[in-house]
C-alpha cells in the first residue's frame, strides 16, 4: 500500500526556522521525483521545491529561492524541508509529491505552517 505522510508543520515567528519531512513507503522512493507544494485556501496549489531522484537536483520556486532547502535521504525513503527566514506568507499546507514513470503520482495529506507573531 502506497502511503506519502509528511510532519513537521506548526506554529512559527516570523523569522524563524521549521523543518518539515515526508516518509514515503509502498513505492521505491529513490526511483520517483520528489517535491514540495502548497496551498492557501482559495488559491491554486503551488509548486515550492523539486528535487531529481537520482543525483538530488533541486529547485526553487523564486519566492523561496535562499530561503528554503529541500533535501532527500533515498536510505530513510524520507525528504525533507528546510524553511527559514519564514515569513507570513509561507504559511499554507504544505504537500509532499513522489512523481515516477508511467505517470505515478502520489501525494500526501499534507501539513499545516502557520508563520505569525
Known amino acids: 500500500q502506497v502511503q506519502v505522510v509528511e510532519s513537521g508543520g506548526g506554529l512559527v515567528q516570523p523569522g524563524g526556522s521549521l523543518r518539515l519531512s515526508c516518509v514515503g513507503a509502498?513505492?521505491?522512493?529513490?526511483?520517483?521525483?520528489m517535491s514540495w507544494h502548497r496551498q492557501v485556501p482559495g488559491k491554486e496549489r503551488e509548486l515550492v521545491a523539486t528535487i531529481s531522484s537520482t543525483y538530488g537536483i533541486a529547485d526553487y520556486a523564486d519566492s523561496v529561492k535562499g530561503r528554503f532547502t529541500i533535501s532527500r535521504d533515498n536510505a530513510k525513503n524520507t525528504l525533507y524541508l528546510q524553511m527559514n527566514n519564514v515569513k507570513p506568507e509561507d504559511t499554507a499546507v504544505y504537500y509532499c509529491?513522489?512523481?515516477?514513470?508511467?505517470?505515478?503520482?502520489?501525494w500526501g495529506q499534507g501539513t499545516q505552517v502557520t508563520v505569525s507573531s
Open positions: 509529491c513522489a512523481r515516477g514513470a508511467f505517470s505515478r503520482t502520489y
Open positions: 509502498g513505492f521505491i522512493f529513490s526511483d520517483f521525483v
